[in-house]
């Protein structure tokens, strides 16, 4: 079940989809998987398929906060931007938070969706 609303915590190896209404949290969670490409010698495609799947993981979300550490937020961004254009207008913040809970991520993107709605002049859905 799609809800209107998510936050996603992520770094660059895991993340939380955190799909939230009033009423009910839907938690999904994404893992990357440990290989290196050896073209590359690096991690560059294992990430590049890891964000991809986040991305996935958002489908159908109308507003998505997205927070992390400033790496993981500055490389996804950048992620997004490039190879997923279709996902950027849903993505409506990022924000630099360092190990909350699942609890403190809903708080913080409760609030945070509060006041984007209220300063888009529209009615808070969740």
Same mark, same amino acid.
């Given at each position: 079940?799609a809800?209107?609303?998510?936050?996603?915590h992520? @770094?660059h190896?895991s993340?939380d989809?955190?799909?939230?209404?009033? @009423?009910q949290?839907l938690?999904?969670?994404?893992k990357?998987h440990?290989?290196?490409?050896?073209?590359h010698h690096s991690?560059?495609r294992?990430?590049h398929?890891?964000?991809?799947?986040?991305?996935d =993981?958002?489908a159908?979300?109308?507003?998505?906060?997205?927070?992390?550490n400033?790496?993981?937020? =500055?490389?996804?961004?950048?992620y997004?931007?490039?190879?997923?254009?279709?996902? =950027?207008?849903?993505?409506v913040?990022y924000?630099?938070v @360092?190990h909350?809970?699942?609890?403190?991520?809903?708080?913080?993107?409760?609030?945070f969706?509060?006041?984007?709605?209220?300063?888009a002049g529209?009615?808070?859905?969740?």
């Amino acid at each position: 079940m799609a809800l209107f609303h998510a936050v996603v915590h992520t @770094d660059h190896q895991s993340a939380d989809v955190l799909q939230f209404d009033t @009423d009910q949290v839907l938690v999904q969670k994404v893992k990357a998987h440990a290989h290196d490409t050896p073209q590359h010698h690096s991690g560059v495609r294992t990430e590049h398929e890891f964000f991809g799947t986040v991305c996935d =993981a958002l489908a159908g979300i109308s507003e998505v906060l997205i927070t992390g550490n400033h790496t993981a937020l =500055a490389d996804f961004r950048h992620y997004v931007e490039k190879h997923r254009p279709r996902v =950027a207008p849903h993505i409506v913040g990022y924000e630099v938070v @360092d190990h909350p809970s699942q609890n403190q991520l809903v708080a913080l993107a409760r609030k945070f969706f509060a006041n984007f709605n209220q300063m888009a002049g529209r009615p808070s859905t969740g």
